[in-house]
């Protein structure tokens, strides 16, 4: 993968500084690293991908050299006459995006979706070239403002990945809990798992080890309707839980969402 393919607005005279130049290939060099964990991360884009490259392989050698004429175009103008040529490119484009969506969508292969290990690798392995990535754009912006603009924003996931089964979903209604018998403040879960991180006990680190105590502790319990009231417990201290009288069974806690119950949002930024 090329400079100019994950970062098509940069044109060669944004490497003539030799120290901005480096930068701007250590750039690209990670930027191709976090395209390709995240085109393992996303397995529907994965697929169409796949189309995509096969289609261009067929034509590559023809791919290229109009490739590069537009790059040698583009390079050559500036300002309101490079806006205009871009734009009726563009133009162009879009005439036939129907018929290439209509080409992807009958030939989309099929990529088996990654574990929830793999996955969660996937995750750790993007997180340091992710930071570097921000490291050297905010370092290029120092230099050069102009070219920094260019850069895209590479930003950390928000969310985790994995099956997202019943302890992912979020407890419906708002709750009074007790934590060994003293009553909390709070309706949340989160709220209990503080207070049993303050009370030391050990053996639950999150917000889906709680969910994963009440679905075994409760047999037929169902986060997404749970009983008026429950209890359950963390190695020998008992969280009993009685619904507000006022709250809605339909209503789900947001923060009762844990960082380590749910799938991959779809609105999570990439490349």
């Known amino acids: 993968m090329t400079i100019t393919q994950v970062n098509p607005t940069l044109t060669d005279a944004d490497f003539e500084d030799p120290l901005v130049g480096d930068l701007l290939r250590r750039f690209q060099k990670l930027t191709a690293e ?13 697929g169409r991908a796949k189309v995509l490259d096969a289609a261009t392989n067929g034509v590559q050698e023809e791919a290229d050299r109009i490739t590069e004429q537009l790059k040698t175009i583009f390079d050559s103008h500036v300002g309101a006459d ?3 040529l871009v734009h009726s490119v563009n133009k162009l484009l879009k005439t036939h995006s129907d018929t290439v969506k209509a080409y992807v969508d009958e030939n989309v292969v099929k990529v088996d979706k990654p574990s929830d290990a793999r996955l969660a690798e996937l995750v750790e392995n993007r997180k340091k070239p992710v930071a570097m990535v921000q ?11 102009e070219i920094a603009a260019k ?14 089964g019943q302890t992912g979903e979020r407890l419906s209604g708002s709750y009074n809990f007790t934590v ?4 909390i403040k709070g309706t949340t879960l989160s709220a209990v798992l503080q207070a049993l991180k303050s009370a030391k006990v050990e ?5 889906v080890d709680l969910k994963t105590a009440m679905v075994e502790q409760n ?3 169902e986060i ?7 209890s359950f417990k963390v190695k020998d201290v008992e969280v009993v839980a009685t619904r507000q009288a006022d709250s809605d069974p339909e209503d789900a806690d947001d923060n009762d969402v844990d960082d380590n119950s749910s799938i991959l949002s779809e609105d999570d930024d990439e490349i």
Not at 34 to 46: G, K, M, R, T
Not at 135 to 145: G, S, T
């Open 151 to 164: 850069l895209p924003k590479v930003e950390q996931r928000r969310g985790a990945v994995g099956s997202r």
């Open 180 to 183: 060994g018998g003293t009553e």
């Open 219 to 221: 047999e037929g319990f």
């Open 203 to 207: 053996g639950v680190n999150s917000v």
């Open 224 to 230: 997404k309707n749970p009983p008026a009231s429950f």
């Open 34 to 46: 976090i395209a390709e964990i995240d085109s393992e991360l996303n397995v529907d884009a994965a």
């Open 82 to 84: 490079l806006v205009g």
């Open 135 to 145: 490291q050297i754009r905010a370092l290029v912006e120092n230099m050069d403002e």
